[in-house]
């Protein structure tokens, strides 16, 4: 049966060879200094590209910063040494090439004024709490960029695009976070970085082995030696642990805004033109967002409606129109 599929996935005369596949993903088989000269001047390029779009707002910028970045390289080189149990060197080009990045990232920060909101950008926000849904996309996206690599008629360009768009986006975020002292925002992106990175070097690794890329006795069957499947399943536990318990985190958030929400349209029933624009969770502190005609209804009405709806301890603001704030207090006080 697997003999069956590959065939199918990768017929013998679309499937490259050892040497080759070696000779693209290992940055130091043949000529080595223009392969290196060649990654590092376009991953810093696209990571100056990148840090801009981050910086800006634009999601077309940091995609067409991907067009050009060489993290795929390295990365399905990971996968290959790992299923062949071979040293290549990738694993020390990612770590300085993830290193570079981030400094970048924390360069191009310097101009942002000491008040900027980093959760107002959507290219900041949108990297800073990943979930498994991440994790699905990357694996995929893995599978995809190491079919490619081993089919001679399928282009490796672009699902190199796909991964470096996985990878060198949330390292810039952590180098502008970083920048901005903000650990918090930072830790997350890396985590995501770092949840894709495994996914990626997986399912590259699942390809590879499956493919009979391996050392002799992984060719005869098809499948890795012990150890690749050992090395498998941590990486699958580092990745899944993580993102199912931001997962979760970010569900039980989801279902406090909206409690939070339908008490604060309760709350705000009797006031002739008053609603409730939006409700979000930011830093552990409930924000809602509210427009009202005339004077609010006492914010500790609010509160006594918000308990047992949400945890106790959680700190609620009021955001009105006109630039009015209030700190409404904390739930259960």
């Excluded at 569900?251 to 033109?273: C, I, S, V, Y």
Aim: glycine share 10%; hydrophobic share 50%; proline share 5%.
């Amino acid at each position: 049966m697997i003999s069956g599929i590959r065939a199918r996935v990768l017929p013998a005369s679309q499937r490259r060879s050892m040497d080759e596949l070696a000779q693209a993903l290992d940055l130091s088989v043949g000529d080595a200094a223009s392969k290196r000269s060649a990654f590092w001047t376009m991953l810093t390029l696209s990571s100056v590209i990148a840090g801009g779009g981050v910086l800006t707002d634009s999601a077309a910028t940091v995609i067409g910063a991907m067009i050009i970045a060489p993290l795929s390289t390295p990365i399905m080189g990971i996968a290959l040494g790992s299923v062949r149990r071979r040293r290549t060197g990738s694993v020390r080009v990612v770590v300085l090439a993830g290193l570079l990045v981030v400094v970048l990232g924390m360069a191009m920060s310097a101009p942002l004024p000491g008040d900027y909101d980093l959760l107002s950008n959507s290219q900041i926000s949108s990297r800073t709490s990943p979930g498994l849904m991440d994790l699905v996309a990357a694996l995929a996206t893995g599978f995809a960029g190491a079919v490619a690599q081993a089919r001679r008629d399928v282009g490796a360009v672009l699902p190199g695009v796909a991964i470096a768009i996985s990878l060198v986006p949330p390292l810039t975020v952590v180098g502008v976070c970083l920048g901005h002292l903000s650990g918090w925002l930072a830790l997350g992106a890396l985590v995501l970085f770092v949840s894709n990175l495994f996914a990626l070097v997986f399912g590259g690794m699942v390809v590879f082995a499956s493919l009979g890329y391996g050392t002799e006795t992984g060719r005869a069957s098809g499948r890795p030696a012990p150890r690749a499947y050992a090395a498998m399943a941590l990486l699958f536990t580092l990745v899944v642990v993580p993102l199912t318990a931001n997962t979760a985190l970010t569900f039980l958030l989801d279902t406090w805004t909206g409690r939070t929400k339908d008490a604060a349209r309760q709350w705000l029933a009797d006031e002739p033109g008053a609603s409730v624009t939006k409700v979000d969770a930011v830093s552990r502190t409930m924000h809602v967002h509210v427009r009202v005609p005339g004077e609010l209804p006492p914010v500790r009405s609010l509160l006594d409606r918000l308990e047992g709806r949400i945890p106790d301890g959680v700190p609620v603001v009021v955001d009105a129109s006109r630039g009015r704030r209030i700190d409404a207090g904390v739930v259960g006080d």
